[in-house]
């Protein structure tokens, strides 16, 4: 997205992202980017063929649809920490669960959880409400220090970042070991002949 010229709230909320990324390492304040996306699923239509010596496996282009999957990542860039968490659906109550574990379960001995995303209409303090008492609500937001990157400015969301690299390596298209010689080579032993 190309971001609109001489626009105010646009560089009040990415230079908002930018001091909270330049912040240094504070256990009891982490800075964590959080993002979503959506995942078809599918399964195969016919079994692939294996891989053979001087043959890559073989895959059908056809595949049948087997619904949708939503991955909410959770990334702590400065201490290169993530977490993936899937859920049937993309609603508030789920963005509501995915902040409780974040908070409960994931930095339960942090003070406050800086967290910046994007502006995602579910990405907000009411969906607590939606899913909690008031009481669970309020205790959970009185952890938070939230901030939000730009409209047309998710690309400010290292969580963004790294779902599309997670998209790229992974998700979208089949890893197989030929492609880990080549990719990988660097972790494979030489083997001494002798």
């Not at 860039?77 to 974040?102: M, N, Q």
């Amino acid at each position: 997205m190309i971001p609109p010229e001489a626009n105010a709230a646009f560089v009040c909320a990415m230079e908002d992202a930018l001091e909270v990324y330049a912040r240094p390492y504070d256990p009891s304040r982490p800075q964590v980017c959080l993002d979503e996306c959506s995942k078809q699923l599918v399964a195969e239509t016919r079994v692939p063929v294996p891989a053979e010596p001087g043959q890559p496996a073989r895959h059908n282009y056809e595949y049948e649809r087997c619904g949708t999957a939503n991955l909410f990542m959770l990334s702590e860039p400065l201490v290169g920490k993530r977490h993936v968490k899937v859920t049937a659906r993309r609603t508030a109550v789920d963005f509501a669960h995915v902040i409780r574990d974040l908070l409960d379960v994931h930095y339960p001995e942090a003070e406050t959880v800086m967290l910046v995303m994007d502006n995602l209409n579910t990405h907000r303090l009411a969906s607590l409400h939606q899913a909690f008492p008031p009481e669970e609500a309020r205790r959970l937001a009185a952890r938070l220090e939230i901030h939000h990157t730009p409209k047309h400015g998710s690309w400010l969301d290292m969580a963004e970042i790294e779902l599309g690299v997670l998209a790229t390596q992974c998700l979208d298209q089949p890893f197989t070991t030929p492609d880990a010689r080549i990719k990988l080579k660097r972790l494979y032993p030489s083997i001494q002949s002798g």
